[in-house]
C-alpha cells in the first residue's frame, strides 16, 4: 500500500543553509526603486475559496506582497541565484560593521521569511530545494 501523503520538506541544519544558495522565484516582480517603497509580490494560486460565489461576498488578493525596508532591499539584491547564504552573511557583516554571527541571525531570519512567503527558494550544494 502506497503512502500518497505528501512528505514535509527537508531541513536545513546551519551550515548547510550557510552552502546553499537562494534563488529568487522567476515569477516575483519589484515594483519602486528607492529604498521606501521596495514592494516585492508573487501572484497567489487561486484556491477554491477564492473563486465564485464567495469572491462575490469576499474580495481576495491576486498576489502576495513583501514590502522591504532598506536592508530587506540589499539582502534582496544579492539573492542572484549565485551567492551563498555565507557570501551574503559576509557582504552584509561587512556593509553594517557587524559580527559574522549578528549579521548571520538577520540575514537567515529574512531568507526564511522570504521562502515561507514564496519569493525565494533554497538551493543546497546537492541541487535540491530545500526549506528552511
Not at 57 to 76: A, C, S
Not at 94 to 100: A, D, E, G, P, S
Request: aromatic share 10%.
Amino acid at each position: 500500500m502506497s503512502d500518497t501523503k505528501t512528505q514535509p520538506p527537508y531541513r536545513l541544519s546551519t551550515g548547510e543553509i550557510l552552502d546553499s544558495t537562494p534563488v529568487p522565484n522567476t515569477r516575483v516582480r519589484q515594483s519602486g526603486q528607492s529604498d521606501i517603497d521596495t514592494v516585492l509580490s508573487v501572484p497567489l494560486k487561486k484556491r477554491w475559496y477564492m473563486k465564485r460565489p464567495f469572491s462575490w461576498f469576499m474580495p481576495f488578493g491576486t498576489d502576495r506582497r513583501v514590502g522591504l525596508d532598506r536592508f530587506g532591499k540589499e539582502v534582496w539584491l544579492l539573492c542572484d541565484g549565485t551567492t551563498r547564504t555565507e557570501q551574503i552573511v559576509e557582504e552584509f557583516a561587512r556593509r553594517h560593521r557587524l559580527t559574522f554571527h549578528e549579521s548571520r541571525l538577520s540575514v537567515m531570519q529574512f531568507l526564511r521569511d522570504l521562502t515561507r512567503r514564496g519569493m525565494i527558494v533554497m538551493v543546497g550544494a546537492t541541487g535540491r530545494e530545500t526549506a528552511l
